[in-house]
């Protein structure tokens, strides 16, 4: 099993920034790839950014304003989002992947709320 703790959400205006945190623990060993996914009130959850071995991706709504990065000494994955909009306000999750065997683990989800 792996248990993810994200932090660093909250209240911003528009144009500004936050930077999220997602701490990885337990069975970290199998993990191939970790993300973002966000998902707004009545909406699907939808894709942020992942990062793997083989690099990062991106959805076409956040490019050239977020950047996801990992601490893999600290088993612990970023999201700096610069320039933040309110359409960006969300509840943020952190996905942890085992390729391998198809799993993906979830965090508890912070939120992001940005006012105009």
């Known amino acids: 099993q792996v248990q993810l703790v994200e932090s660093g959400g909250g209240l911003v205006q528009a144009g500004g920034s936050l930077r999220l945190s997602c701490a990885a623990s337990?069975?970290?060993?199998?993990?191939?790839?970790m993300g973002w996914y966000r998902q707004a009130p009545g909406k699907q959850r939808d894709l942020v950014a992942t990062?793997?071995?083989?690099?990062?991706n991106y959805a076409d709504s956040v490019k050239g304003r977020f950047t996801i990065s990992r601490d893999n000494a600290k088993n612990t994955v970023f999201l700096q989002m610069n320039s933040l909009k309110p359409e960006d306000t969300a509840v943020y999750y952190c996905?942890?992947?085992?390729?391998?065997?198809?799993?993906?683990?979830w965090g508890q989800g912070t939120q992001v709320t940005v006012s105009s």
């Open positions: 990062i793997t071995s083989g690099g990062t």
């Open positions: 996905v942890a992947t085992e390729a391998l065997v198809g799993l993906d683990y």
């Open positions: 337990g069975s970290i060993f199998g993990i191939s790839g």
